[in-house]
């Protein structure tokens, strides 16, 4: 994983605090820096508050056919530094550790539930639609499944609105 922190200038002058491993980059910058970016591993990125200038910035990278995502919520990222996450699935443990199948679940999960309210699909179908057959080897996978569809399906829908 390579996390890389993509806050405005302002707000890391601002502050003290980085999280271990991460290198700064320019948001504004992007067409600079991008294809340095390693194509072999997950682009994990933070801003200040974990929305308009990482969601952008995963945008203009995965349109680049970079594997990136953003952390959300990340005013409170620097309160966990070192802490342990749980992802989900699997064991809890320090974000780095993240297995790339996990996020590859999460993140076609959500792409579904996305296309699901944008056509209109009621949940129960958007649930049964998705073919999670690649990721039930994820540890608790069983378990989890279903929350985690209901949950991306009220975020896409929220977002929608």
């Not at 076609?108 to 949940?123: E, Q």
Request: one cysteine or more; proline letters at 5%.
């Amino acid at each position: 994983m390579h996390l890389v922190d993509v806050r405005r200038s302002a707000d890391r002058d601002a502050s003290t605090e980085v999280l271990p491993g991460a290198t700064w980059h320019y948001p504004e910058h992007l067409a600079q820096w991008a294809d340095a970016l390693p194509k072999d591993q997950p682009i994990v990125l933070y801003c200040v508050r974990g929305g308009s200038v990482s969601n952008s910035v995963v945008d203009a990278l995965q349109a680049r056919g970079l594997n990136a995502c953003y952390i959300e919520g990340d005013n409170e990222i620097f309160r966990h530094a070192g802490a342990r996450f749980v992802p989900g699935h699997g064991e809890p443990g320090p974000l780095v550790d993240f297995d790339q199948p996990t996020r590859d679940y999460l993140e076609r999960l959500k792409r579904h539930a996305d296309d699901a309210v944008a056509k209109g699909v009621d949940i129960e179908a958007a649930k049964t639609s998705f073919d999670a057959a690649a990721w039930k080897s994820l540890a608790n996978f069983a378990e989890l499944n279903g929350r985690n569809a209901y949950q991306a399906y009220q975020e896409s829908e929220a977002e929608s609105f």
